[in-house]
């Protein structure tokens, strides 16, 4: 088991959830709760992820998000949050999607229109 990354900022040592901590927090039976952000609000995220909520989604698919206020409510949920943060991209194919959500930090990705296990391996 991975341990969580450690790393020195201004605010002193932060701790990232690893990808391991994610995935077994979220695959458990144990039940999570969590909301969908679709307000392009930092503050409204920084809030809601001090909140003990265990994932916040980001939704720049149905709100007037850009990618750029989509990196910032992720800056905004912060390295220290244990909140699982979870970004929404466009459906099964939107492979652009996936990256820029994983690339500016998500933990993983909320794909829409999954009928199958088959959709999202076969695009």
């Known amino acids: ?18 990808d391991v901590d ?14 969908t952000l679709q ?5 409204a995220a920084s809030a809601l ?16 998000l ?5 990196a910032s409510m992720q800056t905004a949920i912060g390295d220290t949050s244990k909140t699982i943060m979870l970004m929404k991209i466009g459906g099964p194919r939107d492979r652009s999607g996936a990256q820029q959500a994983t690339d500016t930090g998500a933990a993983g990705i909320v794909i829409p229109g999954i009928r199958t296990a088959a959709d999202p391996r076969g695009s």
Not at 1 to 18: A, D, E, K
Not at 22 to 35: E, T, W
Not at 39 to 43: D, V
């Open 22 to 35: 994610a995935r077994s927090k979220l695959s458990s039976k144990a039940v999570s709760c969590g909301v």
């Open 66 to 70: 850009s990618q750029l206020q989509s």
């Open 49 to 64: 992820s001090s909140c003990a909520w265990d994932f916040l989604i980001v939704d720049p698919i149905n709100s007037p």
């Open 1 to 18: 088991r991975r341990t969580p990354h450690h790393h020195f900022s201004r605010r002193g040592p932060t701790v990232h959830m690893s």
């Open 39 to 43: 307000a392009a609000s930092p503050l």
